[in-house]
């Protein structure tokens, strides 16, 4: 498709202009194949008509070989004449392929153009196609992701060729859909000799507490789906705060009512976060609590003496990942006990 655009381009700017304009195109520009497997190259005359025949140049020789048109019939000489080598095609009457059937060693690295009297078209070298090896993925350097902050994760291919594709993903587990990255992610190219190129992708991410135990992993492609190679998952360890604790049976400010001398007893929960909430107590002279969890939901108990002039009772939530600091209070309403003196007269 490109390849026609560029053909378009070609014909709509001659025709604007004036000029009589003529190229020749070899494709694909760039040809990857594979030992034993088949490639067509494809030379296109553009801005002739009724070219008949084409003249291929392998190898810088001196006697180019010849593919022709003759009524029905596609033919060529040389070693394009031997069918379990080449095959050769002519779709239209300004292009012809050559197709070798099956890529050996000696057609790697070989320079290939195609021809008219005057005008040569593009040079076209056959590589062999080097498949991703491995991916590394590296993320991080603390186990847990503060909520909302930006993460910077990279991903890079070994060498190969052509260039690898880059993709970012995220799944829930193992069994469950693939959702693609599609945005905050660029990448650098690394080349090195015969064309290799390795590709590391930065992925900018902000993680949330909806993909709190998701999975995020790489993947690196050369041609189709089959060569897909994939990174370490890593474990999305997404730090978040609690919800404000409460004191059970108490609302946010509620009075709590207590004889003086005798104990008070509180509890109080504080749900989620990531890591859990640590739960203290502000209770006066209030004994050391005891701390449960339920279910991602910690619990703590208090116990204290009530006397006079106490006021009020927190339960602080320390959260020390997001740095937040939450409390919930009670107020206390101390009762005085009434002693009754009798006289004996």
Request: net charge neutral; hydrophobic share 35%; aromatic share 10%.
């Amino acid at each position: 498709m490109q390849i026609l655009k560029f053909h378009l381009n070609i014909l709509a700017l001659c025709f604007i202009q004036g000029l009589s304009c003529q190229s020749i195109v070899l494709t694909p520009t760039k040809a990857y194949a594979d030992i034993n497997e088949p490639l067509t190259l494809t030379c296109t005359y553009i801005g002739y008509i009724n070219v008949g025949g084409t003249k291929w140049n392998i190898n810088n020789q001196h006697t180019p070989y010849i593919v022709r048109q003759q009524g029905n019939i596609c033919s060529g000489n040389g070693i394009f004449a031997d069918g379990n080598i080449y095959r050769v095609g002519c779709p239209t009457d300004t292009s012809f392929t050559v197709t070798i059937l099956r890529v050996q060693q000696e057609h790697l690295n070989v320079p290939w153009e195609c021809l008219d009297r005057d005008r040569t078209s593009n040079t076209v070298n056959i590589l062999l196609k080097v498949s991703v090896a491995k991916v590394e993925l590296s993320g991080p350097s603390s186990s847990f992701m503060k909520e909302h902050s930006r993460q910077t994760i990279k991903c890079k291919t070994s060498p190969s060729r052509p260039q690898p594709s880059v993709s970012w993903y995220l799944y829930e587990s193992d069994n469950s859909v693939k959702h693609k990255i599609t945005a905050n992610s660029s990448i650098q190219i690394h080349n090195s000799e015969d064309e290799l190129v390795a590709v590391e992708s930065t992925l900018q991410f902000y993680p949330n507490r909806s993909i709190n135990n998701w999975m995020l992993n790489c993947e690196a492609l050369t041609d189709d789906a089959t060569s897909a190679i994939y990174s370490k998952s890593l474990a999305l360890n997404v730090a978040y705060p609690p919800e404000k604790p409460v004191i059970i049976g108490f609302t946010d400010g509620e009075k709590y009512s207590l004889i003086e001398s005798e104990f008070g007893n509180l509890s109080c929960s504080s749900q989620g976060g990531n890591p859990l909430a640590n739960l203290t107590w502000n209770c006066y002279n209030s004994k050391p609590t005891s701390i449960t969890i339920e279910d991602k939901t910690v619990f703590s108990t208090v116990t204290w003496s009530g006397f006079r002039g106490q006021s009020s009772c927190l339960c602080i939530s320390h959260h020390s990942w997001s740095g937040t600091t939450q409390n919930t209070t009670v107020m206390i309403d101390i009762f005085c006990k009434l002693y009754i003196l009798y006289y004996i007269r």
